[in-house]
């Protein structure tokens, strides 16, 4: 594993993947919290790389108040998934064989990147999260994920992520022809159980990395 401007990169090396996996931490964690996914999810060929936010937040308040007060902090999150994406392009790993996957904050945040840049990738996970914006005033988003294959896990109840969001996510992703699997579980609370662990692994494998 190593890291590089705020990166940490494990698995197969940039620069012989096949395909990514970018791992997107929670509120108040590191790209290191992300790591044991690794060993969940590693296969041949698939590099990982985990971005760091600054002070560990993406954006200073819950996703569910109004977008402008995470202003500018959620546009500079966002940009930091377009340059990741761009530099796994410029290594030869274009959108379709990239996997993003976020946890809590990062899920909220992967979800949104991946709604308002729609394009196929190779999958999205989105755990404990859900699309930004307050209860009832979700933003229009348009255009094709033309398949891409989602997996939404969320407990419910869960302290911070309404079962109401998740379905609203799911319906809007649908709508905009992902492949979306939700799956809310009964008092599981804010963590990530083995099978959230399962649906991503099945994703994984069916890219044929």
Request: proline letters at 8%; charged letters at 15%.
């Amino acid at each position: 594993m190593t890291g590089q401007e705020n990166l940490i990169y494990a698995g197969t090396p940039l620069d012989q993947a096949r395909a990514a996996a970018v791992l997107v931490h929670g509120r108040g964690a590191t790209a290191d919290s992300m790591l044991p996914l690794v060993d969940h999810l590693q296969v041949e060929g698939l590099a990982f790389i985990a971005p760091q936010a600054p002070g560990s937040t993406w954006y200073p308040y819950t996703f569910l108040a109004p977008v402008e007060q995470n202003e500018p902090y959620l546009s500079n999150a966002l940009n930091t998934l377009s340059g990741l994406f761009d530099q796994l392009e410029q290594a030869g790993i274009p959108p379709e064989r990239v996997f993003l996957i976020g946890f809590s904050q990062g899920a909220c945040l992967s979800l949104e990147f991946a709604a308002r840049n729609p394009r196929r990738y190779g999958g999205i996970g989105g755990l404990s999260g859900g699309l930004i914006g307050p209860p009832g005033q979700l933003r229009s988003y348009t255009g094709s994920l033309n398949g891409t294959p989602v997996f939404l896990g969320c407990s419910d109840p869960d302290p911070h992520i309404p079962r109401v969001r998740v379905l609203e996510t799911a319906q809007i992703l649908e709508n905009m022809q992902a492949e979306v699997v939700t799956r809310i579980y009964d008092n599981l609370g804010h963590t990530i159980n083995e099978d959230e662990l399962h649906h991503l692994q099945q994703m994984i494998g069916s890219l044929q990395v």
